[in-house]
């Protein structure tokens, strides 16, 4: 099995910047894909980012491309989610997935969660 620990959530001013961390443990972190979810207050889950295992592919929700980016370090067992220019609509919990396949992470189709980190985006 996999587990999935994120880090680096917490209160930002609008239009600054985290970076979130999730680092793996358990099986070969290497041979998954791994993506980013998140889950905004009253809303469903959503799809924000996903990447390969060998960072060839990335895959981004439409809302936040050009301010998001995923990134790994496989010798570190580690993705990570640099976020940029926040807005106060990306305040959520985010969440770390790992599966077989950037695309079928992005389609939700995910074998391990973390158990999230909460961004709040201030306006």
């Known amino acids: 099995q996999v587990q999935l620990v994120e880090s680096g959530g917490g209160l930002v001013q609008a239009g600054g910047s985290l970076r979130l961390s999730c680092a793996a443990s358990?099986?070969?972190?290497?041979?998954?894909?791994m993506g980013w979810f998140r889950q905004a207050p009253g809303k469903e889950r959503e799809f924000v980012a996903a990447?390969?295992?060998?960072?060839?592919?990335?895959y981004y929700a439409d809302s936040v491309k050009g301010r998001f980016t995923i990134s790994r370090d496989n010798a570190q067992n580690t993705v990570y989610l640099q976020m940029d220019s926040l807005k106060p609509e990306d305040t959520a919990v985010y969440y770390c997935?790992?599966?077989?396949?950037?695309?079928?992470?992005?389609?939700?189709?995910?074998?391990?969660w973390g158990a999230g980190t909460r961004v709040t985006v201030s306006s």
């Open positions: 358990g099986r070969t972190f290497s041979s998954y894909a």
């Open positions: 990447i390969n295992w060998s960072s060839s592919s990335t």
């Open positions: 997935a790992a599966g077989s396949s950037a695309l079928q992470v992005r389609a939700g189709r995910v074998n391990y």
